[in-house]
């Protein structure tokens, strides 16, 4: 019954290595977003997608690739992981900009 | 530019107090809608309210309400008689028209609740 689900929870990987996480959402909205909380708890956007279609993408580094096979899924893969990706992502989704995002539980991304 | 601003970084008060929480937002549109969210230690993000800007009634749901003031670009929050599960971050957040539903969140208000 989980609204928007995320997968992997947690994600320990090396540097250079490639990583997907994926999420979907059950609620029938059109809207998806990829969000990134940093150490210092800023949430800041990533990507957002309305109809499997990119809208958003806040000049985030070409290793970070979004794809949208439906609606109802968001994966995001980041190729050539670096330390500095080491935070938590969160997947979101709403009906369409006017309305509130539900959130996914977040992946907790840590790179060594 | 768009930005929102949350002042208060971090916030302690002893249960049954009120508390309130400062919202300041910047926006060049006339049609935009303002968020709170709570995250609380688990780390989930729940929304909690959302207000559009032609719509400046206070709301109030429970222990929690919220005074919108277009005057003053402000969005407060105010929890009466806090208790020790309002521990959470507070995140304050601003979508505008246009912009394919982003969120500019602000800095987030670390508040504390201690029995």
């Known amino acids: 019954d989980t609204a928007v689900s995320q997968t992997p929870k947690y994600l320990v990987t090396q540097m250079g290595n490639d990583k997907s996480i994926k999420c979907e959402q059950n609620?029938?909205?059109?809207?998806m977003y990829w969000y990134k909380q940093d150490s210092k708890k800023f949430l800041k956007i990533m990507f957002s997608?309305?109809?499997?279609?990119?809208?958003i993408n806040e000049t985030v580094p070409n290793r970070f690739s979004p794809k949208s096979p439906d609606k109802a899924h968001l994966n995001l893969h980041i190729n050539s992981l670096e330390l500095g990706d080491s935070a938590v992502y969160f997947c979101?989704?709403?009906?369409?900009?006017?309305?509130?995002?539900?959130f996914g539980p977040g992946t907790r991304l840590t790179v060594t | 530019a768009q930005k929102v601003t949350q002042a208060q970084t971090e916030i302690s008060v002893v249960e049954k107090e009120d508390v309130t929480l400062d919202c300041v937002y910047e926006?060049?549109?006339?049609?935009?809608?303002l968020f709170w969210y709570k995250q609380p230690p688990s780390g989930e993000l729940v929304f909690l309210i959302r207000r559009n800007s032609f719509d400046e009634q206070n709301e109030i749901s429970g222990r929690y309400s919220w005074n919108f003031q277009k005057s003053t670009s402000s969005f407060n929050f105010t929890i009466t008689a806090s208790q020790v599960v309002d521990s959470a971050v507070y995140f304050c957040?601003?979508?505008?028209?246009?912009?394919?539903?982003?969120?500019?969140f602000g800095q987030g208000t670390e508040l504390s609740v201690k029995p």
């Open positions: 997608y309305n109809n499997k279609e990119l809208i």
């Open positions: 957040a601003l979508s505008e028209e246009g912009q394919g539903g982003k969120l500019i």
């Open positions: 979101a989704s709403s009906q369409d900009w006017t309305y509130e995002q539900y």
């Open positions: 609620l029938g909205h059109d809207t």
């Open positions: 926006t060049r549109d006339t049609t935009y809608y």
